[in-house]
């Protein structure tokens, strides 16, 4: 099977699960795990920031912010498709408290006058923002690249007016390898950021969050709070250290081959696709379902039979993600597999 439902699909490599099977280890949660932190050490200094931790997965990396930033009743400005709106279980609600306002941008992502036009009136009767999230890259957004000067935009105007700004790097590094740009760079007007491993990179498990020496220690604390607190961690830590030192600069592989099967797509009959806008290692790409007679979920299905695996997000749109796993030939199977299931319209 050709997995192009998602970049977390990857599986570690034999060199992997090599280096993991030799990591030095000890208690996590007592900082005496070598392998975890010298993975802190190096998150920390790529992201451009004092301090960083370990956690589990990216969605506690963006919890753990959240909740260290705000109070209850804060409100949590992003864009309505972020992750941490629409996929994290009402976390922010339920672990922190806050209110999400969510606010519609192009693409994932929004501009600094946006964002001001977003600010309610200073009154009791208002919830007040005290944090400013942002995605990079935008997965909803088809993998977009936020443009740093807006970056640097919407985080200065968020500064000026006191709020705290946070920066969800999942795919940070799918940035970076896109537009050569390093990742201090991007993150530098934010006062947390994460990256996860277990997406492009390539590792199993792990996310790293960094900020300021103090912001880490307080996130630190509902970490330990929500059971996010480990022991032999390095084995895990291990396949993450491993992905930055093979796994990041191969990212331009996976772009190079969405840009491939977007160039692909646009050109058969039924698919809705502007290839142009493929930036990174996301295609989002529609299709004809009334000239083709069968919808985005029957597509995914027909391709799973010719061993592609596409995920439909509604009737009509399908998301389709490369990654390590996913050879240049590969590509082209699962466009001969496309063509096929196009070529069958209705009936
Ligand atoms: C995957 C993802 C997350 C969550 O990361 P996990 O490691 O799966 O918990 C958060 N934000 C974005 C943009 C993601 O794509």
Avoid at 58 to 83: F, K, S, Y
Avoid at 94 to 101: D, I, K, L, P, S
Avoid at 144 to 156: G, H, I, Y
Avoid at 167 to 172: I, N, Q, S
């Amino acid at each position: 099977m050709i997995d192009l439902a998602s970049d977390v699909k990857t599986r570690p490599t034999a060199a992997m699960r090599e280096a993991m099977a030799n990591a030095e280890v000890g208690d996590e949660q007592a900082f005496e795990d070598p392998t975890v932190n010298a993975l802190c050490e190096r998150s920390a200094r790529l992201l451009g920031k004092e301090a960083a931790l370990f956690a589990p997965s990216g969605a506690m990396c963006n919890q753990l912010a959240i909740a260290t930033w705000c109070r209850p009743g804060d409100e949590v400005i992003c864009e309505h498709t972020a992750h941490i709106a629409v996929y994290e279980a009402g976390g922010p609600a339920a672990n922190a408290g806050v209110m999400m306002h969510a606010i519609h941008g192009e693409r994932g992502q929004f501009t600094a006058a946006r964002l001001r036009a977003s600010f309610r009136a200073k009154w009791r009767h208002c919830p007040q923002p005290t944090l400013v999230c942002v995605e990079q890259t935008a997965n909803l957004g088809g993998g977009s690249v936020w443009p740093l000067a807006q970056l640097t935009e919407v985080a200065a105007l968020a500064h000026e007016h006191g709020l705290r700004t946070h920066m969800d790097g999942a795919r940070l590094l799918n940035a970076c390898a896109a537009t050569g740009i390093s990742a201090r760079d991007y993150a530098a007007g934010y006062d947390s950021v994460w990256i996860d491993f277990s997406k492009g990179l390539g590792a199993p498990i792990g996310a790293c969050l960094a900020g300021s020496r103090e912001f880490i220690e307080r996130a630190w604390v509902i970490k330990q709070r929500l059971g996010g607190a480990m022991r032999q961690a390095g084995i895990v830590a291990a396949g993450a250290l491993y992905a930055l030192d093979h796994h990041v600069e191969r990212l331009v592989e996976d772009h190079a081959r969405a840009r491939r099967l977007a160039a692909g797509l646009a050109a058969l009959p039924g698919v809705l696709l502007d290839a142009a806008s493929v930036q990174t290692n996301i295609v989002f790409f529609e299709l004809d379902v009334a000239g083709l007679g069968f919808d985005a979920h029957e597509f995914s299905r027909r391709l799973a039979v010719l061993g592609v695996r596409i995920g439909a997000f509604d009737d009509r749109t399908l998301r389709a993600v490369t990654h390590l796993d996913v050879s240049a030939a590969d590509i082209e199977r699962c466009l001969e597999a496309a063509a096929a299931v196009l070529a069958t319209r209705a009936g």
